[in-house]
């Protein structure tokens, strides 16, 4: 594996023709399904959204939702099989990755978009120093050698705020403490200085305190470097806190999509509502949450028309049968509901 | 483990910091007091800790590193060649200058049983060490990639099962004109790889799924980089530990196959070779069939050990 094919690729990737006005990442009518045993599940059904420099955008779901998937899809990082992309675009500055071919979206991952998950424990290498896997994406992106690649990772380390990271740097990643390993992950990620970074539930699997610090860690890093951030996450309190436009997500489609201060103040899909509902916040001391009511649907047996209905306070005869399409309210909003407005403001 | 717990806690330094207000505070930042770089643990250095304290191991590393010297340097334990043979000492008795006697030939045979360390223990290494390669290559395409290409290894693999080792040995063997070191070994590997891409690729199977894979997809890495820094690595472990034990087995087939006279064939020094000249006469010299016998056994139960010891120590669950 000579270091000049890497970088022919990633030369290749520097030729495409890239639209500097054209939006960072803009997902387009996204159709994937998993095609099981059991039958196929549409776990993303036409999710459309965009995202600009700078900007963050929350992707807010249950688990099964699809939030995950659709960023699966946008990497380029589905197993197929059983996943399939079956319809739709991810246009990167205007070049949609979907039609590239493999070898040149390998390049883009890591140098033009980067992932981080949930689990660092379990998405470091376990058998490798810390370091020499952040120097890794060097060495093999950029053909740097390793001495040069090593000082890279160290500086990278700092850069994520890793206290004495001239020694942490030949740590293995069992030694590190779960906020310490996503610093590490974050900084590989980082890297090649990627434009889009995406992050699959960044904070969960870690303590309240040090959630906050890795949220803060990503809004500064973000805030050097001007990249996009998608954040996926179920925590509505991460959202509010941190990100400019949010895009819930229900049974593989985006059901809610808007400014975060909008969505916060007024929600307009009953779904997102509920949500709402089910946070506790000090204002309640002393009332029951109220929980949604139902459990998520099996993606296997979608109920017919709107697929929240069996669960929705607002539903009538007309969502059992109609599925509402994401409409644009005006004011860059948008709900799936036959009864947005009703649901915006109030009327029931 | 324990250093494990200990590095932990001494890392544990980001709880400190105050609880989530809207305002999030500067974290705290204290020098760690970690271990120094270089005393770190790793699956390797931990299973090394264990493995130096355990008898089993040192008893079996001790018998293994024996057989390799004497198969390097069979000089450094007796400086009679196991050639020069005299027919007027022929199957005479082990006596104080000749401590296992000699054979028919009336050849030396404590040079000899030293000697015949030497094809044994290259026909167990070698045959291992291909039949690895092969397992790592093939359940690796097979394992990782999956498909239809997955399907075919899988049955042929099904397929070499049914041949049992030493039958298939035989027949290979009688149809092969000459009977040297690298036809056995070619049969053995042969007849040997299946079991090791089993469980080779039913390990990468599991190593695939982990999030570290997909993290180094998602950061760009190619499949061949995955293959072999992140799968190669971590699902490598049961290969090990099997080989440590097959060499074992291996050795105990070749001498099998020349016992029954389709291996290897004089005037080739092996203890396979050895016990199978004794069978006629057992009653009459015992001795030509006791050392040869015994430095197979020796030799076999140094090598199953090891992969015993090594299981225990590699085996996270063990402990």
């Known amino acids: 594996m000579a270091t000049e094919a890497k970088e022919s690729t990633k030369s290749s990737i520097e030729e495409l023709e890239f639209n500097p006005h054209a939006p960072l990442l803009e997902v387009d009518d996204l159709h994937v399904e998993f095609r099981t045993r059991a039958g196929v599940v549409k776990a993303n059904d036409g999710v459309t959204y965009s995202l600009g420099e700078g900007e963050t955008m929350a992707i807010v779901g249950e688990s099964g939702s699809g939030k995950t998937v659709s960023a699966q899809a946008v990497m380029g990082i589905i197993d197929s099989p059983p996943g399939y992309i079956t319809k739709g675009a991810a246009r990167f500055r205007g070049v949609d990755l979907l039609a590239l071919p493999e070898d040149e979206r390998r390049a883009f991952r890591g140098e033009k978009m980067a992932m981080i998950f949930q689990d660092a424990l379990s998405a470091l290498n376990p058998l490798f120093r810390v370091g020499w896997q952040i120097a890794e994406m060097y060495r093999q992106h950029r053909g740097t050698s390793k001495t040069e690649a090593r000082k890279k990772a160290i500086e990278l380390l700092d850069r994520v705020r890793i206290p004495a990271a001239k020694e942490r740097v030949d740590s293995y990643p069992h030694e590190f403490s779960g906020g310490m390993r996503q610093r590490a992950m974050i900084a590989m990620a980082l890297a090649l200085d990627p434009e889009v970074l995406i992050a699959d539930e960044p904070t969960t699997a870690l303590d309240v305190t040090v959630q906050a610090q890795i949220m803060k860690l990503l809004a500064d890093l973000q805030a050097e470097t001007g990249m996009g951030m998608i954040l996926i996450t179920h925590d509505l309190a991460v959202v509010a806190e941190v990100t400019d436009r949010a895009a819930v997500m229900y049974a593989g489609r985006i059901v809610e999509q808007g400014t975060t201060k909008q969505i916060f103040r007024a929600s307009y899909h009953p779904y997102t509502l509920g949500l709402m509902n089910s946070i506790a916040s000090p204002e309640q001391k002393g009332t029951k949450l109220i929980p949604i009511p139902g459990s998520p649907p099996d993606l296997l047996h979608l109920p017919s028309g709107c697929p929240f209905h069996p669960r929705c306070v607002y539903a009538q005869d007309i969502c059992s049968v109609d599925r509402p399409p994401l409409r644009d309210l005006g004011d860059n909003r948008k709900s799936a509901c036959h009864f947005a407005e009703e649901v915006g403001t109030g009327a029931k | ?319």
């Open chain 2, 1 to 319: 483990m324990s250093d494990f717990r200990q590095a932990e806690a001494v890392t544990e330094t980001e709880t400190v910091a105050p609880p989530v207000t809207e305002e999030v505070e500067e974290e705290v930042q204290k020098p760690i007091e970690g271990p120094p770089p270089g005393a770190t643990t790793s699956l390797w250095s931990d299973a090394w800790k264990e493995l130096r304290t355990s008898p089993l191991f040192l008893v079996s590393l001790g018998l293994v590193v024996l057989f390799i010297v004497m198969a390097i340097a069979p000089q450094l334990f007796t400086s009679t060649d196991p050639r020069a043979c005299s027919l007027s000492n022929s199957l005479e008795r082990p006596s104080s200058e000749h401590w296992f006697g000699f054979d028919l030939q009336g050849c030396d045979y404590y040079a000899r049983s030293i000697y015949g360390a030497r094809i044994s223990m290259a026909i167990g290494v070698t045959v291992i060490g291909f039949a690895a390669i092969l397992a790592v290559i093939l359940g690796s395409i097979s394992g990782y990639y999956g498909g239809w290409l997955d399907s075919v290894i899988a049955r042929l693999t099904d397929i070499w099962f049914a041949i049992p080792t030493i039958l298939g040995g035989i027949v290979i063997l009688s149809l092969l004109g000459e009977r040297g070191f690298f036809q056995v070994s070619f049969v053995l590997v042969i007849l040997g790889w299946p079991t090791m891409l089993r469980l080779y690729r039913s390990s990468v199977l599991s190593v695939k799924e982990m999030d570290y894979v997909e993290a180094a997809r998602a950061l760009g890495a190619s499949d061949f980089r995955i293959l072999l820094k992140h799968i190669l690595p971590n699902a490598i472990t049961p290969v090990i530990i099997y080989a440590a034990i097959s060499i074992g087995v291996i050795i105990a087939a070749e001498a099998a196959l020349s016992f029954l006279g389709v291996g290897l064939q004089l005037p080739a020094i092996s203890w396979g070779l050895m016990i199978s000249g004794a069978q006629t006469r057992i009653l009459q010299a015992p001795h030509l069939l006791l050392f040869p016998g015994l430095f197979l056994s020796l030799a076999v139960f140094g090598f199953i050990l090891m992969g015993d010891a090594l299981r225990d120590a590699l085996d996270p669950k063990g402990r």
